[in-house]
């Protein structure tokens, strides 16, 4: 059972039994009055959206998925394809159910699958990830802008902001709850 | 983590810093004495939706205010204080549970005069005539919008305050219609909210079913809570007592009553005093989109 505070961005809950995704989350309180939960959140099988206001208080179910480790294995026209590690059996899943997943997706990389009702209807990937930069423009030093950071490209086509200081070949690791650079990875 | 959250927020924290040697210039220019209270207090205002944070015992403060009261009542005119407030459970993008909040109070004046001295305050903060946040241009010389509580609910959340309060959608419609609305091309200064909703503020003696308060919003974000202060101890206690019964109805902790700042409204004089949320005034001097942008640490990043 979730609390309104426990709401988040990514939490999973179940409203008529259907399975949704909180995709946006703001805390709202005007002055001297009650605290407010404000969601959008789409509903995980049918990929419709709706704006939902709670109260501190109001309780949730959480989701009933099933998940299953998986890996990647590759991308086909709009479809992702995956392999479950125990059953070698491989599912497919649309470009639009994998959401944010599909900027962290590299060749072999273990993902929670979630099955509902037998079918796959999305992916979990680990909350960092390290990916290479693969494109990226050099640090100009003395550079007086004041600008701190820069857009770079990582392999699997996913553009970021970053330190100044990276540079094309490094390896960096991302936070996959926010999609932003985390940390440069010694090595 | 690493360190580069907090090295690359070096020019908001410049910018801020800066914004609050001009608040402090301000306070010195126009002879009010910045003042210190405790952080730690043992009785902090019972209000039915503002939750402190215990402490050994004790708590921390919501806000300064009983002490900067208790200040006024000793004969302290003209007092400010830039200090951190705590509430429990608050955090999102506009929220920090531990912020920094500025206030000040000011003796025979009220909540009309404390708006033409946050006009001035915030102008001079901003060392700009006008300011760009989130695409919306907002212009700050010139006069400010001032629309009543009951006129806004009117026209931006087609319902009577009244109706709403009664139906229970009053905080649901301020906030998904209402402050959208508030202080686009220039700040807005929303006044006179229901009594309900007015703790510790004086009713309007011309309509006593509102009281003396105004908030102040700046492209939709809440920046300030001011009011005439209410100054009568046998009132001030019955609202508490009131708003004890609602913490308490909400399954809430139970607060020990202020007796010394009650005993000590017997000695205020008339005097209107302002709360104003300074991370949130930086965040739209700097257009940042979070209140995570203009401090140096979170909550999360300790």
Sequence with gaps: MYTAADLKKGLKIAINDEPYIITHFDFAKPGKGQALYRTKMKNMITGSTMDRTYRSGETFEPARLEDRVMQYLYKEDDHYCFMDNDTFEQIHISEEAMGDAKNYLIDNLQVDVLIFREKAIGVDVPNFVN???VQTDPWVKGDTSGSDSKPATVETGYVLRVPPFIEEGELITIDTRTGEYSTRVKG | MGSWPLARRRQALVERGAIFGRIREFFQEKGYLEVETPFRIPAPA??????????????LQTSPELCMKRMLAA???????????????????????????????????DYLVLMEETEALVQHAAATGSISYRGQQIALSGKWERITVADAFLRYGGISMWQALADGTFDVIMVDRIEPNLGLARPTFIYDYPASCSALARLKPSDPTVAERFE??????????AFSELIDPVEQRAR??????????????AYPMPEKFLSALDEMPEAAGIALGVDRLVMVLLDAETIDEVVAFTTEEL
């Design chain 1, 131 to 133: 990916l290479r930069v």
């Design chain 2, 46 to 59: 019972p209000e039915a939706q503002i939750d402190a944070i215990p402490a050994s015992g004790w708590f």
């Design chain 2, 75 to 109: 004969g302290y005119q003209r007092i400010f204080q830039i200090c951190r407030c705590w509430r429990d459970g608050e955090r999102g993008v506009r929220h920090l549970s531990e912020f920094t909040m500025l206030e000040w109070y000011r003796s025979k004046a």
């Design chain 2, 216 to 225: 102040l919003y700046i492209g939709g974000l809440e920046i300030a809570n």
């Design chain 2, 240 to 253: 508490f007592v009131t708003a004890a019964a609602e913490r308490a109805a909400q399954g809430k902790a």
